[in-house]
T-cell receptor, first 114, second 114 residues
């Protein structure tokens, strides 16, 4: 069972470079999310997609763009990376599983911007 | 005030001990509550949902106090394998367009020692 697959696992960028983080889920969930996790800050919502074809800003959207390519895939793009975007990024999808509402996470992307 | 607050710990306990974590939340309209577990450098995973009547899953017991706006997690007979960070998660409601706004605490670190 793949669940949520996220790539890459690690990335080092130079300031100003761009990159796209890929995410795919195979649980037929409508809702997908991108979070970043920083020490002492918890997980903060960057962008989310409630359903295919829709995306909305979360708490910390500045410097990011997203695309909900289809129901399975939700990508996060950094157009011009900055050191402040050094973080661990998690993609998630959510839905009801066996009577419990649950969010499932990808394995994370450790991004360093130098 | 943070929307979800937890004591970051670490809680260092001997194997076999009972340990309890609390979490407070600010939004009285919050709808549902969860505890997630996060191992070092891994993605968060659902440990258990928290119901108004309290619920138990093996050595783990979760309680919700809506009047005081806090939830708790009790771990009995701690095992070395319980060492992890425990995230308090509150469903703050429906996001614009759908999906659920899951707000994460910063986590409480537990270290179980021999």
């Amino acid at each position: 069972n793949a669940g949520v697959t996220q790539t890459p696992k690690f990335q080092v960028l130079k300031t100003g470079q761009s990159m796209t983080l890929q995410c795919a889920q195979d649980m037929n969930h409508n809702s997908m999310y991108w979070y970043r996790q920083d020490p002492g800050m918890g997980l903060r919502l960057i962008y989310y997609s409630a359903s295919e074809g829709t995306t909305d800003k979360g708490e910390v959207p500045n410097g990011y763009n997203v695309s909900r390519l289809n129901k399975r895939e939700f990508s996060l793009r950094l157009e011009s990376a900055a050191p402040s975007q050094t973080s661990v990024y998690f993609c998630a999808s959510s839905g009801w599983t066996g009577g419990t509402y649950e969010a499932f996470f990808g394995q994370g992307t450790r991004l360093t911007v130098v | 005030r943070k929307e979800v607050e937890q004591d970051p710990g670490p809680f260092n306990v001997p194997e076999g001990a009972t340990v309890a974590f609390n979490c407070t939340y600010s939004n009285s309209a919050s709808q549902s509550f969860f505890w997630y577990r996060q191992d070092c450098r891994k993605e968060p995973k659902l440990l258990m949902s928290v119901y108004s009547s309290g619920n138990e899953d093996g050595r783990f017991t979760a309680q919700l106090n809506r009047a005081s706006q806090y939830i708790s997690l009790l771990i009995r007979d701690s095992k070395l394998s319980d060492s992890a960070t425990y995230l308090c998660v509150v469903n703050m409601g429906i996001l614009t367009g759908g999906g659920n706004k899951l707000t994460f605490g910063t986590g409480t670190q537990l270290k179980v020692e021999l």
